[in-house]
């Protein structure tokens, strides 16, 4: 049996990523964000929510475009401070000793310390309410080397990864079960 709880937010979990922008005085800044997301293949396209409140929502409206850094559990402590603290008010790659590196396509700062950093344009924004939901096309993806494949293929074995729990939890990522387009297919052959 399940009962309902009303028109609360459900999708358990949420990927964890960190925006990073440059402010109009190219201060470098950072901000968690789990309503974020892919949303398209072609062109390659990730979408994230962001409150007006927030730093990082200005900059991203200024300079129209952003950086994805995906975190490693290993980061964990630096990826909920940048969810707590503003780069209104502090500078929050000096407090977490993490290294901003400049992307090589767009004017963005990328997380040399973080496993995979992407590199997006603004496509589009779209108000919903409490938070605009910004469509950013990636541009450029950037990788950890040590999980990278001889054939390119990205090893998710070895980025180490979290997820957000909407309870306000971070998880590890658990084992692998099975090949995606494949285990299902059993009940086809059926
Ligand atoms: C785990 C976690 C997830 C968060 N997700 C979002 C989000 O999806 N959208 C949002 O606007 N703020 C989110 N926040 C809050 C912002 O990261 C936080 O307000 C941050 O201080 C904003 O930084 P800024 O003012 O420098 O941009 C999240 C915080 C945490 C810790």
Request: glycine fraction near 8%.
């Amino acid at each position: 049996m399940k009962k309902n709880i009303g028109p609360k937010l459900g999708v358990y979990p949420t990927p964890v990523v960190v925006v990073g922008t440059y402010d109009t005085t190219g201060k470098p800044n950072l901000a968690t964000l789990a309503w974020a997301g892919v949303c398209c293949s072609e062109p390659p396209s990730v979408q994230i929510s962001i409150r007006k409140s927030r730093y990082s929502h200005g900059a991203i409206m200024e300079r129209k475009v952003f950086s994805v850094n995906v975190p490693s559990s290993k980061y964990l402590l630096e990826t909920d401070y940048v969810g707590i603290a503003s780069g209104k008010d502090v500078d929050k790659f000096a407090v977490t000793k993490l290294t901003s590196v400049p992307g090589g396509t767009l004017e963005v700062p990328l997380v040399r310390e973080f496993p995979i950093s992407m590199e997006c344009r603004l496509t589009h924004t779209l108000e919903l309410g409490s938070h605009d939901l910004f469509v950013g096309e990636i541009l450029a993806c950037w990788v950890a080397e040590e999980a990278l494949e001889a054939t390119g293929k990205v090893n998710s074995r070895k980025l180490d990864l979290m997820a957000f729990m909407l309870s306000g939890e971070y998880f590890g990522i658990g084992d692998f079960l099975a090949t995606s387009h494949s285990v299902g297919k059993k009940l086809i052959e059926k």
